[in-house]
């Protein structure tokens, strides 16, 4: 079975198991972990912040950003197609009572100047927006990268309104990559950063959450609160310091993968979006297919792909379990189905 649902889906490596095996650990929760506590630091300075915190995952270091930069009734601004919409289960109305405020666009990314249309201050009868929110890559719009100068456009409208701002960079090492830039480039100037372990990089789970020296502590107390607080977890931060080591040039091979997913189907027409990373959209309805049916067709010969919560839109997502041939196979599966 080639499975390209998503890049959460791999299996650690021989090495990766290895570091776990040996990995020198303490009890995380009460800070003697020295393992994690290096992870911590190697992160926090990968993403030119002071400081970042190890939770179990991208989800719980997203929910801590929310709750450490805002109050019940706040709003945040967001794409409509984020994670943070679609894939985190009403957390930021439920765990940090927000008002979404949304902006729909095609490639899930936005300019200042839509933020600032977007944001409510200042009127009693509206929520008053804490925080903006940032997805790059935005997962559901194909892995799309974010222009840097709307970053930045957004982060200098953010900063003059006095609003807080969060980057949901689970895949920010593939950004960086597809960029050119180090990812400090576009990490840094955020008041927090979400960087995920398990996608990309290969590890069995694990996120950090880059804060300001000052939000560690209040963010930690958020972690405890919401479950997320390890013990010997250096068993866990030893697969990311590896995988930090060995997995994040490679994913420029994920990325070219997926450009050549892409281009063996163009005459199908199913690519409906440029390729920036390792994520391919696929429109069912473009060939006359129902979504679902499509998607049990592939199953049933051996390639499994994932729906999106656009109608008709499924992706493929390359990742370090994928090879060239795997490619090859898939394009074969998806046009003998299709044009049958």
Not at 5 to 13: A, C, E, Q, S, W
Not at 76 to 96: F, K, T, Y
Not at 138 to 159: E, I, K, T
Not at 232 to 254: C, F, I, K, T
Request: net charge negative; charged share 25%.
């Amino acid at each position: 079975m080639i499975d390209l649902r998503t890049d959460t889906v791999t299996r650690p490596t021989a090495g990766m198991r290895a570091a776990i095996a040996e990995a020198v650990v303490g009890d995380e929760q009460k800070g003697e972990d020295p393992t994690t506590g290096a992870l911590e630091e190697r992160v926090a300075t990968l993403l030119g912040t002071e400081a970042a915190v190890f939770v179990p995952s991208a989800t719980m270091a997203n929910q801590i950003a929310l709750q450490l930069w805002s109050r019940r009734g706040d709003g945040v601004v967001l794409s409509s197609s984020s994670h943070l919409v679609h894939s985190e289960a009403g957390g930021p109305a439920a765990l940090a009572g927000l008002m979404l405020q949304p902006i729909d666009t095609p490639d899930g990314s936005f300019d200042g100047d839509q933020f600032i249309a977007a944001a409510t201050t200042g009127a009693v009868e509206k929520p008053a927006t804490a925080l903006v929110a940032v997805e790059n890559t935005h997962s559901n719009r194909g892995g799309r990268v974010w222009p840097l100068d709307r970053l930045d456009g957004v982060r200098n409208a953010a900063a003059a309104m006095g609003v807080r701002t969060h980057l949901d960079g689970a895949r920010v090492l593939n950004a960086s990559l597809a960029v050119g830039v180090p990812v400090d480039r576009i990490s840094s100037g955020f008041d927090s950063v979400t960087l995920c372990l398990s996608k990309g990089l290969g590890c069995p789970l694990g996120a950090l959450l880059a804060v300001p020296e000052e939000a560690v502590r209040p963010a930690r107390r958020l972690k405890q609160m919401l479950g997320g607080a390890m013990r010997q977890s250096g068993m866990l931060a030893a697969a990311g310091l590896y995988a930090l080591d060995r997995h994040v040039e490679r994913l420029a091979d994920d990325h070219r993968r997926a450009r050549r997913l892409a281009e063996m189907l163009s005459d199908t027409g199913l690519v409906q979006s440029p390729v920036d990373t390792n994520v391919v959209l696929l429109d069912t309805n473009a060939v006359g297919w129902d979504r679902e049916e499509l998607l049990r067709r592939l199953a049933a010969n051996g390639v499994l792909l994932s729906a999106l919560p656009q109608p008709n839109m499924v992706r493929a997502v390359t990742h370090l379990d994928v090879d060239d041939d795997d490619i090859e196979r898939t394009v074969t599966v998806i046009v003998d189905v299709v044009r049958k």
